[in-house]
């Protein structure tokens, strides 16, 4: 038995340790069994109460006066409502709730199960309101309880299954596992003996697995009372005495009695009178001991059944009379039935037929009435079922409909990722193909440039020079504008190289060039046409700007301090010059200045030369020496 609840920890935490054993025991996990255990549980329970804590105290009175009084109805029942009013002060609608199910279940014990519904329905109300599954769980299987036993089967069904729902829903294994006792027991009185064996079955098992003999008991007991009503006399005795042996190892006398009673119950059944008059009177005095009269209108019912197959028909009309007006409070028909049922058939015995006639058609009028209510019953149950299997059905659907939303929000948020995605994507490749597009341009422009440019200098190769020579001639024939060119090559560029390199070479033609270009206007352009030869184009340039243009490019090489390249090195350079004329192309134009460079180097070098027209192009291409028109010559010095 799983009742040292206590412990070390408990004892450092008091509080704690009260809590978590009142929870056990308000969720029927301790099963506590017999008078002297129950006692001891609530001496621990009373000992880790914090004093001065009022609401852990109600907590502690709901229980003692759940477990603490036994059969003691009275005390019992006083102490409920004494709790009641004490926790109704408090404004603890917990504790209130509690209470008014311990005084339903004195109520119930001292047989006004209609007042003990009305404790019931204010519990399920308050639990209600608090929304505690716990209390509503528990409140529904006790009025369940009552309706049961008030032949209301159908409401008693529909309550035991809400609070099983309730108790899987909290994960109550303990205490969903007994209520199915009391859906077998209801589906057993309302005929539907294979629905009440499987319920039993499974009530059974359960109890055997958790070792809780007082479930245990109680599925015995059932049984019993199945067996007797489908006929199986034998199979109800030996069920019965299981029933007794269980409730002997309980130590509980109440118990004890009520397990023979049943099992009187099952031999008359079985026809066993003089074993069932034996067994009864053990059963009254089991109910005397714990003062228990709660029971007298069924031990009475058997000692008459037990005396009429006896024969001892006198006893049996005794008895049975005396079971007649204590059932009569209670609403138990079959009770009822099986009694007028009886005594008719020993008033028959004793020759009676009036009184047998009155006594069967009694007994016919409650089984009409059974019947009735049965089909009622059955209406109710078919309609409670209609209604939940409606609500279940509402619930899929809802529950249905809730997926499909999110399946439906799931998969828009998977096509907007997607689309997310597919925009980043694209924007990445977009950019990539800008950057590649860019990339591709710059180098293409840096080859055009190249293509164009001379690699030494810098500065536009032969192609670039003729081409900006095309447009500028033909600028200048649209314009009627003047134009000018001059070739210029560097004077003894090779001794040059042969004294100091070829490098040193590159250098002095850097220098030139940029001598030169400081040299030129913004419109000039300077070209390269080969190794140590260079061309300038000179747009708007009249012939005598031309010579002076040529003269200031010549002065600025000759003023060249390359003594940083190498020392004592000087460059100077020759100059031809050559305006357009009308009739020239840009061949001739360009042959002309030739012409007359070719002139100033033969003239001695470092110096311009003009180009004396046509004649002086046919001199230069005939390489013959024509009359020298020096504008600037220096010549070498
Ligand atoms: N360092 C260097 N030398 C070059 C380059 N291009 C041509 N040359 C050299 O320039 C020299 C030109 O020599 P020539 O044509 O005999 O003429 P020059 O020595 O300048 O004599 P004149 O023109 O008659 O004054 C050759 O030795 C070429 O090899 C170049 O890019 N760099």
Redesign the pocket.
């Given at each position: 038995m799983a009742v040292a609840a206590g412990g070390r920890a408990e004892t450092r935490d008091p509080a704690a340790g009260f809590d978590r054993l009142a929870d056990r025991l308000d969720n029927h996990e301790l099963a506590v069994s017999g008078e002297a255990q129950t006692q001891r549980v609530l001496a621990e329970l009373r000992a880790m109460l914090p004093p001065g804590d009022a609401r852990r105290e109600l907590r502690y009175r709901y229980l003692y006066c759940v477990l603490g009084f036994g059969n003691d109805v009275r005390a019992g029942f006083d102490y409920a409502a004494q709790g009641l009013a004490d926790a109704r002060k408090a404004g603890d609608a917990y504790a209130e709730a509690n209470f008014q199910l311990c005084r339903g279940q004195y109520h119930e014990l001292a047989t006004t199960s209609s007042d003990a519904l009305a404790d019931y329905d204010a519990g399920i109300a308050i639990a209600g309101k608090l929304g505690d599954a716990r209390l509503l769980g528990d409140a529904l299987s006790l009025r369940g309880g009552v309706e049961s036993l008030l032949g209301e089967h159908a409401k008693a069904l529909a309550d035991f299954i809400e609070a099983q729902r309730l108790y899987e829903g909290a994960h109550r294994d303990a205490a969903a596992e007994s209520n199915l006792l009391n859906i077998a027991i209801v589906y057993r009185r309302m005929g539907d003996y294979a629905k009440a064996h499987d319920f039993l079955r499974q009530a059974r098992d359960s109890a055997v697995r958790r070792h809780d003999i007082r479930d245990q008991y109680f599925a015995a007991l059932q049984l019993a009372f199945l067996y007797v009503e489908e006929e199986r006399a034998d199979a109800a005795v030996d069920s019965a005495r299981a029933a007794v042996d269980l409730a002997q190892r309980l130590g509980e006398r109440g118990s004890t009695g009520l397990a023979r009673l049943g099992l009187a119950y099952a031999l008359n059944a079985q026809r066993g009178y003089a074993q069932a008059l034996a067994v009864l009177k053990q059963a009254e005095a089991d109910f005397a001991a714990v003062s228990d009269r709660s029971e007298g209108d069924m031990l009475d019912l058997n000692y008459g059944i037990a005396y009429a197959g006896l024969g001892q028909y006198e006893r049996a009309i005794k008895m049975l009379d005396a079971a007649e007006g204590k059932l009569r409070n209670t609403n138990n028909m079959r009770y009822r039935e099986m009694l007028y049922a009886t005594r008719a058939s020993v008033y028959e015995a004793m020759h009676k037929p009036a009184a047998a006639l009155a006594d069967y058609k009694r007994a016919m009028t409650m089984r009409e009435t059974m019947h009735r209510m049965g089909r009622t019953q059955y209406g109710t149950w078919m309609s409670y079922q209609f209604d939940s299997q409606r609500r279940e059905l509402e619930n899929r659907r809802l529950i249905a409909e809730a997926a499909l939303k999110e399946q439906r929000v799931k998969a828009l948020e998977r096509v907007r990722n997607w689309q997310a995605a597919t925009l980043l994507f694209a924007t990445l490749l977009v950019a990539l193909l800008v950057v590649f597009v860019w990339r591709q341009h710059r180098q293409s422009r840096r080859l055009r440039r190249m293509a164009l440019t001379d690699a030494?200098t810098g500065i536009a190769n032969r192609r670039q020079i003729e081409n900006t020579l095309h447009e500028h001639v033909a600028a200048a024939r649209q314009n009627r504008r003047p134009l000018a060119v001059l070739t210029l090559?560097?004077?003894?560029?090779?001794?040059i190289?042969d004294t100091w390199g070829?490098q040193i070479?590159?250098d002095v033609?850097c220098c030139i060039v940029h001598a030169c270009q400081q040299a030129l206007r913004k419109d000039d352009a300077l070209g390269r046409i080969g190794?140590?030869e260079f061309m300038v184009v000179l747009p708007g340039t009249s012939p005598d700007a031309a010579a002076h243009v040529a003269e200031r490019l010549r002065a600025s090489v000759e003023a060249l301090d390359l003594g940083d390249i190498a020392r004592g090195l000087k460059a100077t350079v020759s100059i031809g010059v050559a305006d357009l004329l009308p009739d020239d192309d840009v061949e001739m134009l360009i042959l002309r200045a030739d012409a007359a460079l070719y002139r100033a180097?033969r003239e001695g070098?470092n110096r311009v030369e003009i180009d004396a027209g046509a004649d002086d192009a046919a001199g230069s291409q005939a390489h013959a020496a024509a009359a020298p028109v020096a504008l600037f010559g220096n010549g070498p010095r």
């Open positions: 030494l090559d560097v004077d003894h560029f090779k001794r190289n070829h070479g590159d033609l190794g140590e180097k070098r």
